[in-house]
């Protein structure tokens, strides 16, 4: 029999942690539930999840659509574009039969590319490997999760036309999202073997996705949010704590001069896997806590102060003053709040 081989290759950077990333999940266990009711798809669909942060993982090799379980997705720190599509590469040599005298190979396989983030490694390795080898041998369809992405690095993967942004992240614009993704795999497992077809799209929703037009100038997102990484005093787990920018201006005499501060968005609980799905460099990125407004609860145990700092460097929750341990050194030490303390440099993570 022969298979069309369908990979998922799923950003899950912090800059996807969560409402992104459990409506991915649920996304996913609905395109296979839709696809397991389709005989076309039945008899030719087989797929793979890959996730990508910092590190790559297989969640799930290469699976008959019957006996596919959606895992759950992991989180990690970086966005290692480059280690992501080695990897796919990889996979596609390890797992793709291709034709020999005796059998016949598998059909194309397509892979759907969906990030948020700019890539955080070296892309320039695999983007060669990649157009010298695969680039006529799988069919790659890159989806930017808001306009945080770089179009530009995707544009080269692939062919503009299969480059989309997904501009609506409402619970709605992201089920008719899963929904054409569900339904391009249909339109793939019906039209193996037609050269003339199998390249071709479902028509995208454009009032949520939008195609690559190279004629345009990309829009671009002036800065990054800011992520940090605590952990739970009581539980040891990590917790992601996300600040948005706010730029301001400002006259000084004849000068004008610019300021970015970060205010709370949103605090995140996630597993110790977070830390194996994080990129093993250095990350020497800081801000000043002078900059940081808001301050998140712990959503491991709800400590109600989420971002108390030890001298190691690292952050973590605290229920209030008194004598504590840090999670990360185990250290003790008293911790209280000053008002007039001097900023500190804090480490964020790379998003």
Known sequence: MRRLPIYFLLDVSESMIGENLYRLEEGL?????????????????????IAFAGQVRRLLPLTELTSVVVPSLPAGGGTSLGRAMNYLMDEVDASVRRNTPERKGDWKPIAFLITDGKPTDDIAP????????????????????????????????????????????????FQRFIAWVTQSVQARSRSVG??????????????ILKKLNLDKPMERVDESNAYFVSKCQRS??????????????????????????YRLVGCYPVKNSYFEMSSEAPNFATVESDQIFGTPSCPHCGNRIGFAMCSCGNTFCVAGEGEQTCPWCQQRAYFGCFADGESVEISRARG
């Open 29 to 49: 266990s609905h395109i296979v539930a839709t696809l397991r009711t389709d005989p076309h798809a039945l008899e030719t669909a087989w797929i793979s999840i």
């Open 126 to 173: 695999a983007l060669s490997r990649w157009q010298q080898h695969y680039a006529s041998r799988v069919s790659l369809v890159a989806v930017s999760i808001g306009r945080n992405a770089d179009l530009g690095v995707l544009s080269q993967f692939t062919d503009a036309d299969k480059v989309l942004t997904l501009d609506d992240s409402s619970d709605g614009a």
């Open 194 to 207: 037609d050269v003339n077809k199998e390249e071709q799209l479902p028509d995208a929703d454009v009032s």
């Open 236 to 261: 040891e787990l990590p917790y992601i704590s996300r600040y948005e920018p706010m730029h301001q201006s400002f006259d000084v005499g004849s000068a004008q001069l610019s300021a970015t501060t």
